[in-house]
Structures are given as structure tokens and as C-alpha cells.
């Protein structure tokens, strides 16, 4: 079964600074897509950013950019410019390709807090 | 707006009680899919319907649960005889095509006494 593990349950950064959120994830299977979701206060989660797996390219976008590192089943995420709006609950995802691609395997979520 | 709508966000039941969840999906997604979430973690998959059909259930989905989609438009969660264990964040998500985006509504929170 696949797992998704993040380390950090809180980060805080100091705004327009850069912060970078961890994640590692354990599967078997080749093909995959990984995902970063924003959960704000009392909102809806929202995607952030998503990356294939069979693409070397690290996703980005805007001041969102990911570090995808698949022999090591690493993908963290890198906010830089921190704003006040970032503030909310990360939670960092996998899904895997063909059958049974119909579910998101999530993370516990990194708390990040953004200091004016 | 246009968003997933979910209803009622919040519902406290006793314990042994039925409850019901309502969600709207984007209403030209297929795809339809519920989640829950406990507090301190992430969100866990429950079931996923392609139209009207159910096409994965999750093991947490005991036979206290039950969800349908009638037409393939709103879906609807019913939780039997709740338990304090149920008590949780339920999330539905839709999506246009299998890979394509998740979009998330913003949940029906559940507290059973």
C-alpha cells in the first residue's frame, strides 16, 4: 500500500521569506502523480501544484515550485515570497496511474504559519 | 458559484442516530468522490462514483454507510446508527476526467455525542 509521510506537522515563516515543506512517500509502482493541497482555515482544500512522475522537470507554478526526487520518493514544496494568505494546512498526496487511480493517498498535513 | 456545495456543514447527532450528507458537484463533472477527515490527519477516500455508478468503495466504508448518486448529479452519504468514531470531517470532490483536478467542497462536519 502506498503511504505519504510528512514530517512536519508545523512550519512558520516569516513573510516574503522562502519556506520549503517536506514529504516522502512510499510505493512500488512506476507511474504515479503527486500533488500538494492547501487547506485554509474553515475553507476548501485546493490544489496547489501537481507533477508527474515520469516527468524530470519539477513542477511550478508562480511562487509555488516543487523538488521532485523520485529515486528517493522525496517531493517537497517551496513557497518563496511567503504572503500572508499562505497560512493554512498542506497536506501532500499521491495517486497512482491505471486501475485503482481513482483515490488520493494524503499526508497528516504541515500547519504552516506565515509571521507579518 | 459554481463550486462543490456540501450541506449541512455542521450536524451534532447523539449517538445511534442517522445522519445524511448532501453534496453538489460541478455540475458538468462526472466524477464524484467523498473523503473523510479526523482531526490531525488527512483526508482519507471513502467511495468514488463515475455517473450514476459507485465504482470503489474504501474498507472504512463499513455497512453503517451508505452513498448513492442518483442521475449521476448531487450525492448523498448516510451514516446509520452513528458512533463518537464517526464523528469527522466529511469532504466531497469532483472532477471532469479521472487524472484531471480535484475540486473539493468545503465539508460537512459530523460531531456525535
Known amino acids: 500500500a502506498q503511504t505519504v509521510t510528512q514530517s512536519q506537522p508545523e512550519m512558520s515563516v516569516q513573510e516574503a521569506e522562502t519556506v520549503t515543506l517536506s514529504c516522502t512517500y512510499d510505493?512500488?509502482?512506476?507511474?504515479?502523480?503527486l500533488f500538494w493541497y492547501k487547506q485554509p482555515p474553515s475553507r476548501q482544500m485546493i490544489l496547489v501544484i501537481r507533477?508527474?512522475?515520469?516527468?524530470?522537470q519539477n513542477a511550478t507554478e508562480n511562487r509555488f515550485s516543487v523538488n521532485f526526487q523520485k529515486a528517493a520518493k522525496s517531493f517537497s514544496l517551496k513557497i518563496s515570497d511567503s504572503q500572508l494568505g499562505d497560512a493554512a494546512m498542506y497536506f501532500c498526496?499521491?495517486?497512482?496511474?491505471?486501475?485503482?487511480?481513482?483515490?488520493?493517498?494524503f499526508g497528516k498535513g504541515t500547519k504552516l504559519s506565515v509571521i507579518p | 458559484d459554481t463550486g462543490v456545495s456540501q450541506d449541512p456543514r455542521h450536524k451534532i447527532t447523539k449517538r445511534g442516530q442517522n445522519v445524511t450528507f448532501r453534496c453538489d458537484p460541478i455540475?458538468?463533472?462526472?466524477?464524484l468522490y467523498w473523503y473523510r477527515q479526523t482531526l490531525g490527519q488527512g483526508p482519507e477516500f471513502l467511495t468514488y462514483?463515475?455517473?450514476?455508478?459507485?465504482?470503489?468503495k474504501s474498507r472504512l466504508l463499513s455497512d453503517r454507510f451508505s452513498a448513492e448518486r442518483p442521475k449521476g448529479s448531487f450525492s448523498t452519504l448516510e451514516i446509520q446508527r452513528t458512533e463518537q468514531g464517526d464523528s469527522a470531517m466529511y469532504l466531497c470532490a469532483s472532477s471532469l476526467a479521472l487524472t484531471g483536478e480535484l475540486f473539493f467542497g468545503e465539508g460537512s462536519r459530523l460531531t456525535v455525542l
Open positions: 498526496a499521491y495517486r497512482r496511474q491505471g486501475a485503482g487511480s481513482y483515490q488520493l493517498t
Open positions: 462514483f463515475q455517473n450514476e455508478a459507485q465504482l470503489e
Open positions: 507533477q508527474e512522475a515520469y516527468k524530470q
Open positions: 510505493t512500488s509502482e512506476s507511474d504515479y502523480y
Open positions: 455540475s458538468e463533472h462526472n466524477r
